[in-house]
């Protein structure tokens, strides 16, 4: 199927319409919409801002100040229409009612109540459908929304800070601050964009970390998670007196049941929490995208296990030296056991440099 530029550019516009939803529609998929005139004038957008609140087509209808020229109109959405009640109405119905004769979506949607039935709705009623147009994009707008629809896992992001030589804290465990202030502020970003993070009991004991977002324009603090086998995490800790939600995931029933946190009891493996097993329950909570701020041990573990989607590394102009600890613990002994990456972006941040990786999947 070939696309005019035209479509390609309300295509890209409706994606940049629903990366403003990147930090605020969890559980919900970031969605844009654009719609255009027959006479190609663009008459209305919209995207989807909160979850539970009206979806990017709704939204892109409302804009349209005179309604007659939604009649025969295109529709650019860069994802399927939903066809199902849910805590709003269904778009397919919104989009039919308004006279809309095209749809460009930029990719189906995964979601086992959707999933080509929007699109079915529409050809049913006469609507022309067009795509998928810019799926790569519109899927890694939504790497883990999709992963969870799929697989029944989120997204998994680990975050880690290193110097020049590979080391993430000295030998005591000391880590504040290997990287600058432009480097803490993305990571800022990061935590926003997450329904949940994750870090470690080890990382509560040394560290004492907040893990908040920080940032003035959002007021949702992602789920905080400790992984803690045993429950060694201090009540006092400064995490626990943080806005927001944190939960202590262990794999001890009966230490569970006299804490005073939140805790998530959860199968064993070797003696500590199943982390798959973890990944798992976030999903059936509806978490899309996870973010990992830990020590090497448990990083180590999580990347070890094929646990790891993408690898976030800030990397800062220093030397920690042959006793500081590594940016993994994982215990791989042969060259031809080593895990291969694909480098996906190097970007300076500030006088640090950001290095994104993923697992290669052809190695």
């Known amino acids: 199927m070939s696309f005019s530029m035209?479509?390609?550019?309300?295509?890209?516009?409706?994606?940049?319409?629903?990366?403003?939803g990147l930090n605020t529609t969890t559980p919900n998929p970031r969605v844009g919409c654009v719609l255009v005139a027959q006479n190609g004038e663009c008459i209305g957008e919209g995207y989807h801002r909160i979850a539970g609140e009206e979806h990017a087509e709704v939204n892109a209808i409302a804009a349209v100040t005179d309604k007659s020229l939604l009649v025969g109109a295109t529709a650019y959405v860069t994802l399927e229409p939903c066809n199902h009640h849910g805590k709003t109405a269904p778009c397919v119905e919104a989009l039919i009612s308004a006279g809309i004769a095209r749809l460009?979506?930029?990719?189906?949607?995964?979601?086992?109540?959707?999933?080509?039935?929007?699109l079915i709705q529409l050809r049913d009623a006469g609507v022309v459908v067009d795509g998928p147009l810019m799926e790569e994009q519109a899927r890694a707008l939504n790497s883990g929304f999709v992963k969870r629809m799929e697989m029944g896992l989120p997204w998994l992001r680990c975050k880690l800070a290193m110097s020049l030589d590979g080391r993430t804290a000295m030998a005591d465990g000391a880590s504040k601050w290997i990287t600058g202030p432009s480097a803490r502020a993305d990571v800022q970003s990061l935590r926003a964009r997450s329904c949940a993070i994750i870090t470690g009991v080890d990382s509560v004991l040394l560290d004492d970390p907040l893990l908040t977002v920080r940032l003035p324009e959002c007021d949702r603090q992602p789920l905080r998670?400790?992984?803690?086998?045993?429950?060694?995490?201090?009540?006092?800790?400064?995490?626990?007196?943080?806005?927001?939600?944190?939960?202590?995931?262990?794999?001890?029933?009966?230490?569970?049941?006299?804490?005073?946190?939140?805790?998530?009891?959860?199968?064993?493996?070797?003696?500590?929490?199943?982390?798959?097993?973890l990944l798992e329950k976030l999903a059936q909570e509806g978490c899309n995208e996870i973010l990992l701020e830990t020590g090497a041990t448990l990083a180590g573990a999580f990347v070890g296990a094929g646990l790891v989607d993408e690898l976030i590394i800030y990397m800062a102009a220093k030397l920690m030296g042959s006793e500081a600890r590594p940016l993994l613990n994982i215990p791989i002994n042969t060259m031809g056991a080593s895990l291969e990456m694909k480098i996906q972006e190097v970007r300076a941040v500030g006088p640090d440099w950001r290095i994104t990786a993923t697992p290669d999947p052809e190695a």
């Open 6 to 20: 035209r479509d390609n550019n309300f295509m890209q516009q409706a994606l940049r319409l629903a990366a403003l």
């Open 104 to 118: 460009v979506f930029g990719m189906e949607d995964p979601n086992p109540q959707v999933q080509g039935q929007g």
């Open 225 to 277: 998670i400790i992984v803690d086998s045993q429950l060694r995490s201090p009540e006092k800790a400064e995490i626990f007196q943080q806005p927001g939600a944190t939960i202590v995931a262990t794999c001890n029933a009966e230490a569970a049941a006299k804490s005073h946190h939140e805790c998530w009891v959860l199968p064993e493996k070797n003696g500590r929490v199943d982390l798959r097993a």
